[in-house]
């Protein structure tokens, strides 16, 4: 569904059909509640945006969310996933009050959505078994990452514009790496690959010029 509505739409049935709805379709609308019907199955970045309005979100069945749909929705504070299996960007939600007060390491399930602490280090939590997306994306504190054994799945851009990060280890059993993970990490200076990995991917260091030690 493509479209360019103002903030006198405040009501929509979707039809039955609809499987994903695309760029900026119903931004800057007039919507207070939204129910996603089980055939929604993807949203294209800023779909919602700014719905200065939006209070509550549903989603009826699995649906990928992408970078920034409902972002900057200021009375969004629930979101409600009725089935199990969706997933969204780090940035799916930001700005709105749904997503600032999961706090600052963000994990559901198995899966790390998020980080945006101030502590230099991190440990992510074991357990975790895949790192979403842009999990770290453009943090200003972060310095070192520790993944443990438990992840086998990580997404890509990860650490992306991460300014102070220097050092990163990955657990030994990872076996595939994601193309551009440290992109434009420029203080990265010692990364400890796992053992099993048969190639570096494409963008996986770009950018990272003080890059001084890979083990």
Do not use: M
Not at 55 to 82: N, Q, W
Not at 104 to 121: M, N
Not at 134 to 141: I, L, S, V
């Amino acid at each position: 569904l493509v479209g360019d509505f103002g903030k006198a739409l405040k009501e929509v049935n979707f039809p039955e059909k609809l499987v994903a709805i695309d760029y900026f379709a119903f931004a800057q609308c007039g919507f207070e509640q939204l129910v996603l019907p089980k055939s929604v199955t993807y949203l294209y970045r800023e779909a919602f945006e700014e719905n200065a309005a939006l209070k509550e979100v549903r989603f009826e069945g699995p649906v990928s969310i992408s970078y920034k749909a409902f972002s900057d929705c200021p009375k969004l504070e629930t979101v409600t996933f009725a089935a199990e299996g969706s997933s969204y960007h780090a940035e799916s939600f930001t700005g709105t009050p749904w997503d600032l007060a999961r706090g600052d390491l963000l994990v559901e399930g198995d899966a790390l959505i998020s980080y945006r602490g101030k502590d230099p280090q991190v440990e992510i939590p074991e357990g975790v078994t895949k790192i979403q997306a842009y999990a770290f994306f453009e943090n200003k504190a972060v310095e070192r990452v520790v993944i443990p054994e438990t992840v086998t799945e990580i997404g890509s851009n990860v650490f992306q514009s991460c300014e102070r990060l220097k050092e990163v280890i990955f657990p030994a059993g990872l076996t595939r790496l994601p193309e551009s993970l440290f992109l434009r990490c420029r203080s990265l200076e010692r990364v400890v690959l796992p053992k099993g990995i048969t190639s570096i991917p494409r963008g996986f260091f770009s950018g990272c010029i003080a890059l001084k030690e890979i083990e």
